[in-house]
């Protein structure tokens, strides 16, 4: 059973006892429970494997996996080149990043349209970045306006960056936000979902869908009752329940 899922019926236990009114657990009593449920270190080691691969950190995955023998469940190697087709979003090289994105899976953009029109809406969001307004004008007109043509929402998007060529101060555009260091990161994110998929991976970590999942269950049981929380994920500290 994960980790996930242990932690859920605890807790769903604990609620469905104190459901009939709302009492005080004890840190003592609170930390004798948690220590009735038994995780398993392969499981934890798994969920920091997933962890590693899925944003990235390719050296350190290989250390993890040689220290704690958890074999990842992609192949390493891919992490690189995965990262290096972020990076090239996020750097504004949209075109190496596209090229390295076929080299990688051609089909990855051949079955995602709305992931390629991102991308060269990127490419015209950067050719209006770097002042290179005729290359712009031509390339949304040949690249960008067709596929308008065949999708509203696409067209739409067009039709929001095209606007960034109404004004020379940008600051005081309704979409400046379009040339924010942000609008690549989103890109560079949809990207690495992407080939996560085709790699049949997770698109995103399991680790902060469990954090998630462990501030809804405390809050549903402070409803139930009063208990030591953890409020400060990032230490995990019990706090003691008020009295």
Known sequence: MSLFWIVIRRLAEIEERMAS????????EWEKRLNDVKIRKEDMNKLVMNFLVTEGYVEAAE???MESRTEPDIDLATISDRMAVKKAVQCGNVED???KVNDLNPEILD???QLFFHLQQQRLIELIRNGKIEEALEFAQEELAPRGEENQSFLEELERTVSLLAFEDVSNCPVGELLDISQRLKTASEVNAAILTSQSHEKDPKLPSLL???IWAQNQLDE???YPRINDLSNATLEDPAV
């Open 21 to 28: 009114s709302k009492k005080v657990i004890t840190r003592e």
């Open 63 to 65: 250390k993890f996996r």
């Open 97 to 99: 990043a596209i090229e």
């Open 111 to 113: 079955t995602n349209p």
């Open 212 to 214: 998630k999942m462990l």
């Open 224 to 226: 139930k009752a009063s």
